[in-house]
């Protein structure tokens, strides 16, 4: 679990530090189903990549993530932040949040078919 969250911390754009008290005083975004989609794939995306990266046998069996999982990653996340008024840290809890919930309820690979449909094409 800390290795997806490494990747998706490597995947997602430098995040500024904050004070542990303003964080704790930022209530939750609150995001509609479009954008929490967008989300869950780009956690998906990223934790694909990281398993290819590594070798991973199960990751293997998806296309390459390299380029268009990482793009699709840097829009939605943009499209996201614009959309919801977030801030890096907000953004990046957002992602974590959607990682670890990909793998909490073991769901990486039902969300991938849906997911893989919003991939840009090559």
Sequence with gaps: MIR???ALALL???VMAIPAIAAAQTPPPQLNLDQRMLLRCSAAF???SFGQENGNAEAMQY????KRGR????RASARVMDEAGLDRS???AALSAEAQDLVDTNTLEEV???CLTLLPAE
């Design 90 to 92: 907000q953004i990046e």
């Design 112 to 114: 991938m078919p849906a």
């Design 63 to 66: 296309p390459t993530m390299e």
């Design 12 to 14: 997602a754009a430098p």
């Design 4 to 6: 997806l969250a490494t």
């Design 46 to 48: 990223a934790m694909i």
């Design 71 to 74: 793009e699709f990653f840097v």
